[in-house]
Antibody, heavy 116, light 109 residues
Framework: EEQLVESGGGLVQPGGSLRLSCSGA????????LGWVRQAPGKGLEWLSY????????YYADSLKGRITVSRDNANHALFLQMNSLRDDDTAIYYC?????????WGRGTMVTVSS | DIQMTQSPSTLSASVGDRVTITCRAT??????LAWYQHKPGKVPKLLIY???ILQSGIPSRFSGSGSGTEFTLTISSLQPDDFASYYC???????????FGPGTKVVVK
């Protein structure tokens, strides 16, 4: 069974940085495109980034372009999201997703709180 | 950039009702649309992809239709487990786009 588990969330001060990780299991990691989605408190789902299986094609939401970087380590079945210059409105649950037909599999998410 | 809208934002319904949610794209997206269900404290669930294809394991009371700029998600007979928020998503890895709509919350009437 495919499984995604996020980690790395926590409390960070405004202007700070954070690196989220997502560990994949139960599938051939390098064969699947992956992505990141977030949901701020009381808000809807927001797509953040996409990365192909080889890691050489990435896309970002315009609203975060320049502040986030997605990468992957296929040897260790890991996906990463580096976030910089964090703001209060980056407070959210961050999900990693596995792409098959769409965003088929979701991790349980990791909470990021940006606050002083 | 392609933007997605949904209507209504909140829908009040009773068990057994037929429920329809509309999603619109600001540009023609063909059939590149997905629908998700999300309940508080739970992980979002893919219901439908490519506008009308039911994801494996999803009950047949859910259906999707549309193409181009207008799409609908229909629940033929609302069940207690269906009270949730529903999101459409422009999903296209070829001409990349992954934008979600703002969501529709289905609540008890």
């Amino acid at each position: 069974e495919e499984q995604l588990v996020e980690s790395g969330g926590g409390l960070v001060q405004p202007g700070g940085s954070l690196r989220l990780s997502c560990s994949g299991a139960g599938f051939i990691f390098r064969s699947y495109e992956l992505g990141w989605v977030r949901q701020a408190p009381g808000k809807g789902l927001e797509w953040l980034s996409y990365i192909n299986g080889g890691g050489d094609t990435v896309y970002y939401a315009d609203s975060l372009k320049g502040r986030i970087t997605v990468s992957r380590d296929n040897a260790n079945h890991a996906l990463f999201l580096q976030m910089n210059s964090l703001r209060d409105d980056d407070t959210a649950i961050y999900y990693c997703v596995l792409v098959r037909h769409a965003f088929d599999i979701w991790g349980r998410g990791t909470m990021v709180t940006v606050s002083s | 950039d392609i933007q997605m809208t949904q209507s209504p934002s909140t829908l009040s319904a009773s068990v057994g009702d037929r429920v329809t949610i509309t999603c619109r794209a600001t540009q023609n997206i063909g059939g590149w649309l997905a629908w998700y269900q999300h309940k508080p404290g739970k992980v979002p669930k893919l219901l439908i992809y490519k506008a009308s294809i039911l994801q494996s394991g999803i009950p047949s009371r859910f259906s999707g239709s549309g193409s181009g700029t207008e799409f609908t998600l229909t629940i033929s007979s609302l069940q207690p487990d269906d009270f949730a928020s529903y999101y459409c998503q422009h999903f296209n890895t070829y001409s990349p786009g992954f934008t979600f709509g703002p969501g529709t919350k289905v609540v008890v009437k």
